[in-house]
Nanobody
Framework: QVQLVESGGGLVQPGGSLRLSCTASGSILSINAMGWFRQVLGKQRDLVAITSGGSTRYMDSVKGRFTSSRDNAKNTVFLQMNSLKPEDTAVYFC??????????????WGQGTLVTVSS
């Protein structure tokens, strides 16, 4: 079994910064991709940033403001969010494509952390 635990959400003023972190634990053989999605109530869950094979892909609206990085030794991914805007308000979910020690491959989701950008 594999779990993702997120931290770092909260309330921040427009223009401010937050850093999210997500750590995977459990019967992990390898993590093939790891990143972040976000969801506003009543809307679909959108990809924010995903890192796979050493490269990271970002959604257009966060390019130049958000940076995702991975610490592979600690099975952890970070999302540094700068110049935050009210439209960044959402629940942010960590996601990982994992191969377990039993050689099964599957996607795992974190519980979500709320980011609110408001004055």
């Amino acid at each position: 079994q594999v779990q993702l635990v997120e931290s770092g959400g909260g309330l921040v003023q427009p223009g401010g910064s937050l850093r999210l972190s997500c750590t995977a634990s459990g019967s992990i053989l390898s993590i093939n991709a790891m990143g972040w999605f976000r969801q506003v109530l009543g809307k679909q869950r959108d990809l924010v940033a995903i890192t796979s094979g050493g490269s990271t892909r970002y959604m257009d609206s966060v390019k130049g403001r958000f940076t995702s990085s991975r610490d592979n030794a600690k099975n952890t991914v970070f999302l540094q969010m700068n110049s935050l805007k009210p439209e960044d308000t959402a629940v942010y979910f960590c996601n990982a494509d994992v191969t377990s020690t039993s050689r099964a491959s599957f996607a795992v989701w974190g519980q979500g952390t709320l980011v609110t950008v408001s004055s």
